[in-house]
């Protein structure tokens, strides 16, 4: 089975059109010839803009977050099908601090992710543990609920079209990367539940790491077996060094 790399830059609260134009004018010759699946996930301020500047390079455009209803009485969310008509291709889910600051749930999860899917949408959902769940060791607990929760919904046949994102929260800003041991463990599991479901459904699917990816570490990270590319934050803001990332992969 082979899975084409996907290397995702979450840009978080960072950019605004103007400061995201000029960074993907300096992205895009940077890039050009990259072997692996290219994103960068903007504000939804910028969405629009970033669709615009990238059509025809390949460089896809992912939101940070989603609601599941297509439209409703939801003061401040935006819909798969407003994402669509950007030409957007899919959406960042149940990052950790949408989880802890803003109160997303595996239950609005559980809806978010087909929701994604039925829009021809392409979810990136994020999963992982914190550092006291590490030290219980109860890393895997917590990856099994999040997994199995979030995908609840989800079809067999579609199971290979999410894209998950292991991103220890410990590791996020924190410079603190996982070690390649901790990386490739916690992703094979995540590989394994989604076998549970579905065999060719886990073999297929892309499992992503996250959490203080740069580009003096992400070679090292990118080549374990089940790592299929990263989500970056900090790193991805600067052109230069989310283009390095890329390279590695
Ligand atoms: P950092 O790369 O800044 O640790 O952030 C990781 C992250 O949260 C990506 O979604």
């Given at each position: 089975m082979t899975r084409t790399p996907l290397i995702a830059g979450n840009w978080k609260m960072h950019k605004t059109i103007a400061e995201a134009e000029a960074f993907i004018q300096a992205l895009l010759p940077r890039v050009a010839a990259a072997r692996s699946d290219v994103a960068i996930c903007p504000p939804f301020t910028a969405l629009g803009a970033m669709v615009d500047s990238a059509r025809g390079s390949g460089v896809h455009v992912y939101a940070q977050n989603v609601h599941e209803?297509?439209?409703?009485?939801?003061?401040?969310e935006v819909s798969p099908p407003m994402l669509v008509e950007l030409d957007v291709h899919g959406a960042i889910v149940g990052h950790s601090e949408r989880r802890q600051l803003f109160g997303e749930t595996d239950r609005a999860l559980q809806a978010k992710v087909p929701a994604l899917l039925d829009a021809g949408l392409v979810p990136i959902l994020c999963v992982g543990e914190t550092e006291e769940e590490r030290e219980a060791e109860q890393t895997q607990r917590k990856l099994r609920q999040q997994v199995r929760e979030a995908l609840a919904k989800v079809d067999d046949a579609r199971l290979a079209d999410v894209v998950i994102a292991y991103e220890p929260i410990w590791a996020i800003g924190t410079g603190k990367v996982a070690t390649p041991e901790q990386a490739q463990d916690a992703i094979a599991f995540v590989r394994a539940l989604v076998n549970d479901r579905s065999r060719a459904a886990g073999d297929a699917v892309r499992v992503l790491y996250g959490g203080s990816v740069k580009p003096d570490n992400a070679a090292e990270l990118l080549a374990l077996p089940d790592v299929d590319g990263a989500l970056v934050g900090?790193?991805?803001?600067?052109a230069e060094s989310f283009a390095a990332i890329v390279a590695a992969a």
């Open positions: 209803a297509g439209s409703g009485a939801f003061t401040g900090g790193a991805s803001l600067d």
